[in-house]
């Protein structure tokens, strides 16, 4: 809450840092005119990668049809430009930052508080639906390796046969 204050008090913009997870921080900046809140993310799994930027994409897109979301950014490997000159941060291809852009209706006294919590509970919010994709993609892969064991035990050969050719040949 103290950030979202100091935005209303037109801060400076520092940069504070919280190391809310193992190798993994927020980065919380106020502006006048916006806060700005960026998430490093450690994906441990190359899948995670590629489920999370499907995921994200849909967050950004997302935007399109609610005009009143914050704007969400995110990149992969690379901190954002914001981030120059921050100490301790991680590059990789399964670091992930995502970042949001909160402006002042977001951080309205009668917004705030949802504010404050739904960006509190994203990391969570994240890795929860990326567990749930892969279950449900693992799920979808056993039901149809089931089906093709079916498909297979169906498909019996027919009993082979021996054909004689010619005088006491077989084949």
């Not at 935005?7 to 921080?25: L, N, S």
């Not at 005009?67 to 590059?91: D, I, K």
Request: glycine residues 6%; hydrophobic residues 35%; charged residues 25%.
């Amino acid at each position: 809450k103290q950030w979202y204050q100091r935005r209303v008090a037109i801060t400076t913009g520092k940069t504070a840092v919280v190391h809310y997870h193992e190798e993994e921080a927020v980065y919380i900046s106020a502006h006048p005119d916006r806060v700005t809140v960026i998430f490093s993310t450690l994906f441990k799994d190359p899948d995670d990668v590629v489920i999370g930027k499907v995921f994200l994409q849909e967050f950004k897109d997302a935007r399109k049809a609610h005009q009143q979301a914050p704007q969400v950014l995110f990149s992969y490997g690379e901190p954002p430009a914001e981030l120059n000159g921050q100490p301790g941060l991680l590059r990789g291809d399964n670091i992930g930052y995502v970042t949001f852009v909160l402006f002042p209706r977001h951080t309205s006294p009668t917004n705030r508080d949802n504010t404050i919590n739904l960006i509190h509970q994203f990391r969570t919010y994240l890795h929860y639906h990326i567990k749930c994709s892969k279950a449900f993609l693992h799920s979808r892969m056993r039901s149809k390796t089931s089906e093709f064991l079916k498909v297979l035990n169906r498909a019996k050969p027919e009993a082979m046969t021996e054909k004689k050719f010619g005088v006491g040949k077989k084949f």
